[in-house]
């Protein structure tokens, strides 16, 4: 960890041992993300109608749901805040470490977050405001599966990958060498 706190760290220059602890994080996070992706579209469903069923009753496939109270709606914020808020801390941390340029790195970091905040705010919106958020929670998930399928994959990328390292100058004049004419 104390290489983070030097302004030029990079995670192509981290050691094999901690590219290995960083990539096993980064797999436990997508084998997170994949599980909670196929609840999200398996046991709640991915339209709008079966959405504002889930979380205000209705039916849903085969079965009637009753609406979401206000406990089970707590209790999942509460462990999801938690959850994605630590998730995102330290993939937003790895992602900062490689070598893309700022604006890439703020709208990544951004539409992770914002995702996240969505989708948190998303059942208590559909439940008590309006059906009409059920769109805002399908935006969400999509968001959070760009956002931190990006922060996963472009830190494993410049991990294991050749980076996005910009050519030395003497690397640049080599290419740009012309033919000795005599």
Do not use: C
């Not at 109608?49 to 009753?57: C, E, F, K």
């Amino acid at each position: 960890m104390k290489n983070f706190t030097y302004p030029v760290y990079k995670l192509s220059a981290a050691s094999r041992e901690v590219k290995i602890v960083y990539t096993g994080f980064l797999i436990f996070v997508a084998l997170g993300m994949l599980t909670i992706g196929l609840y999200q579209f398996k046991r709640i469903g991915a339209t709008h109608d079966l959405i504002v069923a889930y979380y205000r009753g209705g039916e849903l496939g085969q079965e009637i749901t009753y609406p979401k109270t206000f406990t089970q709606l707590l209790e999942t914020t509460h462990f999801h805040a938690f959850i994605m808020g630590i998730s995102f801390l330290t993939l937003a941390h790895l992602f900062i470490a490689t070598g893309l340029g700022p604006r890439i790195k703020w709208s990544v970091i951004g539409l992770a977050f914002f995702s996240s905040l969505a989708d948190i705010a998303g059942p208590w919106l559909i439940r008590y405001l309006s059906p009409a958020f059920a769109l805002l929670q399908l935006f969400a998930w999509l968001g959070m599966w760009l956002g931190y399928g990006a922060l996963i994959l472009l830190s494993l990328y410049e991990m294991w990958g050749n980076g996005w390292q910009r050519p030395s100058r003497e690397r640049e004049k080599k290419g740009k060498k012309r033919a000795h004419v005599p």
